[in-house]
C-alpha cells in the first residue's frame, strides 16, 4: 500500500456513507468519486437495488488509486439494503428456529449464509456488519432487541461462530472474499438507552462482564473473525471516564492485547447521538 501523505493515511480511515439510491444522480455519484480520488478508505453503502449497485460501485473503484473497502448493515440478508436481494430473518428469529446439534439445522443455517455471502459479494461489497454478537440481557433494550441471538451468552457464541465461518468461507487460495464484523464491543446488550440518541452507560462490573458480555466477542476472535466493531458506550468497570469508542484501555490494552485481536477495528457510525 502506497500511502501519499498525512491527509492521505487518514483519509484511509474514513469510511463515509453512500447513499445507493441517489447514484443514479451524476452530481452525488460525481462527489462520491472525488472521494475516491483523493484516497478514501472505502464506503458503507445505504439502500439501492442489485441491478445499477454493481455497475456503481465498479465505477467508484476505478476511480480510487487503492481498492475500496465496501461494507453495509446486511444483518438480515443484502435485502435489507438493496432491493432485490434477499431478506431474511433477524438473528433472534434463526436462533428461535434453529436447534442447536442438529445437522440438518446446522445445515440449513449454512446455506442461508452462503446465500448471504454470495448476493453481497455479487454486487461488490466486501464486508458485512454481522454477526451482532451482544447478549440481549435487558428486555428494555430498545436498539440490540431482537437483533441479538438472546441472552445467555453461550447461544450467542454459537451462533456468532456460525455465522463467521459461513460469511468468512475461504476461497480455494484459501484467502476470504467477505469479511464478517463481531459487534458492538464490548457488549451493547445491557442498556435502556439507544446510542443513536444518547451515550448508553453499562454499570455492569468486570466479573459480570467477563462471564456475559466478553465471551462471545472472544470466541468471534478465536474463530478468526476479520473486524470487530466499537460500540458507543461508556462502561465505568473498563473505563471510568471515556466512552469506549475513545478507549486506549478497551480497544487496544483489552481488544487488541488482551485479546490479541490483530484484524480490522471500525467505530460504530460517528454522527451517532451518543458522540454528536
Known amino acids: 500500500m502506497k500511502i501519499r501523505s ?40 445505504f439502500g439501492g437495488d442489485i441491478e445499477s449497485a454493481p455497475r456503481h460501485l465498479a465505477e467508484l473503484q476505478s476511480r480510487a488509486e487503492l481498492p475500496l473497502l465496501i461494507s453495509s448493515d446486511v444483518e438480515r440478508g443484502l435485502g435489507q439494503q438493496l432491493d432485490g436481494g434477499t431478506r431474511f430473518p433477524s438473528q433472534r428469529a434463526v436462533a428461535s428456529a434453529i436447534k442447536r446439534g442438529s445437522s440438518r439445522d446446522t445445515a440449513l443455517l449454512h446455506a442461508m449464509l452462503d446465500a448471504v455471502r454470495t448476493e453481497t459479494r455479487g454486487v461488490g461489497i466486501h464486508v458485512v456488519f454481522s454477526p451482532i454478537m451482544d447478549v440481549n440481557n ?22 456468532g461462530r456460525q455465522y463467521i465461518r459461513g460469511l468468512q468461507q475461504r476461497r480455494p487460495d484459501g484467502k476470504h472474499d467477505l469479511l464478517a464484523c463481531a459487534k458492538h464491543f464490548p457488549g451493547h446488550g445491557d442498556t435502556d438507552q439507544d446510542s443513536h440518541s444518547v451515550l448508553p ?27 470487530v466493531m466499537i460500540a458507543h458506550l461508556l462502561v465505568p468497570a473498563l473505563d471510568p471516564v471515556k466512552p469506549v469508542t475513545f478507549s486506549k484501555k478497551v480497544v487496544t490494552a483489552l481488544l487488541r492485547e488482551g485479546m490479541e485481536f490483530g484484524g480490522i477495528i471500525i467505530s460504530d457510525a460517528l454522527d451517532m447521538g451518543a458522540l454528536a
Not at 474514513?14 to 451524476?26: A, T
Not at 472521494?35 to 458503507?44: M, Q, R, T, V, Y
Not at 435487558?138 to 451462533?159: A, H, K, L, Q, Y
Request: proline letters at 7%.
Open 138 to 159: 435487558n428486555p428494555d433494550n430498545p436498539i440490540i432487541c431482537t437483533r441479538s441471538f438472546g441472552e445467555d451468552p453461550e447461544t450467542v457464541e454459537w451462533f
Open 6 to 45: 498525512l491527509r492521505h493515511a487518514v483519509a484511509q480511515m474514513v469510511m463515509p456513507r453512500i447513499e445507493g439510491k441517489l447514484l443514479s444522480d451524476s452530481s452525488y455519484r460525481g462527489d462520491r468519486a472525488k472521494l475516491a480520488e483523493e484516497g478514501i478508505g472505502g464506503f458503507i453503502l
Open 201 to 227: 452507560v453499562i454499570r455492569a462490573d468486570r466479573s459480570r462482564l467477563n462471564r456475559v458480555e466478553l465471551p462471545p466477542f472472544r470466541e468471534a476472535v478465536k474463530d478468526g473473525v476479520g473486524m
